[in-house]
């Protein structure tokens, strides 16, 4: 008997239909439209589609979609320049850069990312890569939560998924994903629901000795490496919950970080890829970008 598959989709579905009427309710009470600008720094195919994707999602959640398209000639200077400008414009309630900024032609970015998220007004940070929303975070008192872990609490909560007390091994530790989902789910109850909270957390990495060991001990399984298909079968205990974050193309096809073919006949519930937590990171930042027109238009 394989494993049950967690379907990201559907859950997303769900989310962005709950993030619809509480648009048109905000909207209603005398709240402006929420709108979320995305600014776009070259023609990296693969961020085209994304921003594109979000700006789908964005309509049919009743929320304002902007793109800021620069050129990758753009300078430092410049893109600061650009998001300083939206923090000052009342109209924009999210800011998201699009990652990865264009390469300067020698194997390395052409910006100082970290300085340039930095830039962007914390009360519009919708993506929560701010340093003080990071902070927030790590005491316990988020603003904004971030998109692809906050996409994994809610499905874990909407599959009637525990971790209380249970071992989480997260496989990664980028800003992004790894280090945030580690926290939200050692957060104690009330934080992002009790459900998943009051984990027992390990961050492993790929340079962690006895990887396979380590993974085999945990009730839930979280790849969030980058490396594709690197969590084998024989990696997972009989009966884990596995959350493959991977996204990786080989040779044409669309792979996560788990061999899902191995994995599924060891996993008691497994996401897929595509289909799996992808969907989720779009459904959360609608989520943030509300959230984010509430916390600078309050209407009580």
Not at 39 to 47: I, N, Q, W
Not at 212 to 232: F, K, T
């Amino acid at each position: 008997m394989g494993a049950e598959l967690l379907d990201g989709k559907r859950v997303a579905a769900e989310i962005r239909e709950e993030v619809a009427e509480e648009v048109r309710q905000f909207v209603q009470s005398g709240g402006p439209k929420p709108c979320l600008t995305a600014v776009l720094v070259g023609e990296d195919p693969a961020s085209q589609v994304y921003v594109r994707n979000k700006s789908r999602a964005c309509d049919k959640a009743g929320i304002e979609g902007r793109t800021l398209r620069l050129p990758a000639s753009t300078q430092q200077r410049q893109l600061v320049d650009t998001v300083a400008g939206l923090n000052a414009d009342p109209k924009v309630h999210g800011i998201l850069v699009q990652l990865p900024l264009p390469s300067d032609g020698n194997g390395g970015s052409g910006f100082d990312e970290r300085a340039i998220l930095d830039t962007v007004d914390p009360m519009k940070d919708v993506d929560a890569f701010s340093p003080v929303n990071v902070g927030l975070l790590m005491q316990g008192r988020p603003r904004f939560l971030p998109c692809t872990p906050h996409g994994i609490v809610q499905l874990l909560h909407r599959q009637n998924i525990s971790v209380a007390g249970k071992h989480v091994v997260v496989v990664g530790r980028s800003d992004i994903v790894g280090k945030p989902m580690a926290m939200m789910l050692a957060q104690r109850d009330g934080t992002c629901g009790r459900e998943v909270a009051n984990a027992t957390v390990t961050i492993a990495h790929s340079r962690t000795a006895d990887l396979g060991e380590i993974c085999r001990s945990a009730d839930c399984l979280i790849a969030a490496v980058g490396v594709p298909q690197m969590i084998r079968g024989d990696m997972i205990r009989p009966g884990a919950v596995v959350i493959d974050v991977g996204i990786n193309r080989v040779d044409d096809k669309l792979v996560g970080d788990v061999a899902f073919d191995e994995a599924k006949e060891v996993a008691g519930a497994i996401t897929p890829v595509p289909g799996g937590v992808g969907p989720l990171t779009i459904a959360m930042l609608l989520h943030n970008t509300l959230l984010a027109a509430r916390l600078q238009n309050p209407t009580d």
